[in-house]
């Protein structure tokens, strides 16, 4: 057990909690007294019930006062709202001296008292926090740079977004990033470099017509995808329609005639992957379960999850 134990304040975060109690106790970093795996499992809220009787042989707290900290599932991407990495308001740092809970959640884009953006890089350097002893006095963790953090003011387009339009905008911005995305990717929690910078990324794709054009250009002119029919080459644009939460300008966007080729029959030249989820097949991309079921993955199962990734290559001629 620790020889010292504050009490955890109110809104303080679990993990910048365990940062204080290191700093009070006379230890550079937690792992001089716990495990690295076990500090892991807290900043990427992922513990395990080893973790949980690790810790608390530190401190006297229960499992279920350290799950309250935790959010259900609520994204395609991601299980829960949380970040695994500091995001803080550096004016609140100043003054407080600890790091609050709701700082870690993405539906809070800003500082209610300062009206400030919550931050997850340095303005100086542009390298992401990291779980260290330097923010609780408002420092830089890159060692290389060290310098104060400053606050920064919310760009006003994502400053009024509910969660259910930020995780939207997060998840288009990994098809702003890689257009020829063609399934969903997934993770405990939103881990973006930058996350303000995505969320701002995904609603300028999401709300702008130069950027759905830049967007669709890439899908079409990509000389992978340019002898697929245009049903394939669209795929990434209707996934992503059809995972969006609320609406949003894109799908009227979409709408629009598209650039389709009607020809018949287009040349066809050996296409060795085109890898979808299984439900994207069934209800994206429509192919009948039937036909679905002839692919090697199917080999002596009786049936997918959804989930599963399929290579439809070999169907792309017959459809």
Known sequence: ?????????????FA?????????????????????????????????????????????????????????RHSLIFDD??????????????ELGYLKESWQYIGNLYCPKHKTLLIDNCPACNQSFTWQQ????????????ANPLKAEIIPNEIEELFIDEICDCLLASIFAKDPLTTVLPHSKVPHFDNLALAITQGFNLLTCDDEFTVFCNNLTDNKDWNHLPMQF?????DLLITSLQSLWPIACMAKSPRKRQTEA???????TQFIVAYGSALNVLTIPNELLRSLPEFKNKEKLPLNARINIAPLLESL
């Open 1 to 13: 057990m620790l020889s010292i134990l504050p009490e955890q304040i109110t809104d303080e975060s």
């Open 81 to 94: 709202y949380r970040c695994n990495k500091p995001r803080i308001c550096a004016l609140c740092i100043k």
């Open 265 to 271: 029959h287009l040349e066809m030249y050996e296409q």
């Open 16 to 72: 910048g909690y365990i940062l204080r109690l290191s700093k009070r106790n006379g230890f550079a970093d937690p792992v001089e007294w716990l495990n690295q795996t076990t500090w892991e499992a807290i900043t990427k809220n992922s513990m395990s019930a080893n973790h949980w009787r690790t810790l608390n042989t530190f401190i006297p707290i229960s499992e279920k006062e350290l799950r309250a900290h935790f959010f259900a």
């Open 233 to 237: 080459r669209y795929f990434p644009l």
């Open 134 to 145: 330097q923010l609780l006095s408002n420092q830089c963790t890159n060692d290389y740079c």
